[in-house]
């Protein structure tokens, strides 16, 4: 699916140029499940590759409730906000939407889902993502 290598390219992005450049995206809200992931170095996984997981620095999680779509400025709805899950609506102008799931397990084990349009291509992609310890030079940031 072609969109899904652009998602999947924005993650090897991060690795390649250092990640995000912004702060949480503006208006994100602030969500419980999200709170629980430990700031640090991650690796995620993606679930329906063999792909090897990509390393990512997480020093704030809101930005994965709209994970396809970087640091586009969007509007929220939050539809689940509980200490396990939050599940998040976006509409982006100009250049898509989507939902994102975060389910936490543990402070460093949370599976992300996240589908929806991005410059008029559908995307739907399943990670698992694991802590692996702080975070390290070189490291892609997500911010």
């Known amino acids: 699916m072609q969109v899904r290598n652009v998602v999947r390219a924005m993650i090897a992005g991060l690795a390649a140029t250092g990640g995000l450049a912004a702060a949480a995206p503006a208006g994100a809200p602030t969500l419980a499940a ?3 992931i430990e700031p640090g170095e991650w ?8 792909a090897p997981p990509r390393s990512i620095c997480i020093a704030d999680a809101r930005p994965l409730i709209q994970f396809g ?5 969007c509007q929220h709805k939050v539809l689940v906000d ?4 939050a599940r998040v609506t976006y509409v982006c102008p100009g250049t898509g939407h ?5 389910k ?14 991005l410059s008029g291509a559908p995307f739907d992609e399943q990670y698992e993502a694991r802590r692996v310890g ?6 892609a940031r997500l911010k």
């Open 34 to 36: 999200l709170a629980r």
């Open 43 to 50: 690796q995620f996984k993606a679930l329906d590759s063999d």
């Open 69 to 73: 779509h970087g640091n586009a400025q």
């Open 82 to 85: 509980d200490a396990n899950v």
């Open 98 to 102: 989507g939902q994102t799931s975060v």
């Open 104 to 117: 936490v397990a543990t402070q460093r084990n949370f599976n992300l889902e996240t589908q929806g349009i």
């Open 134 to 139: 702080d975070c390290a030079a070189g490291v």
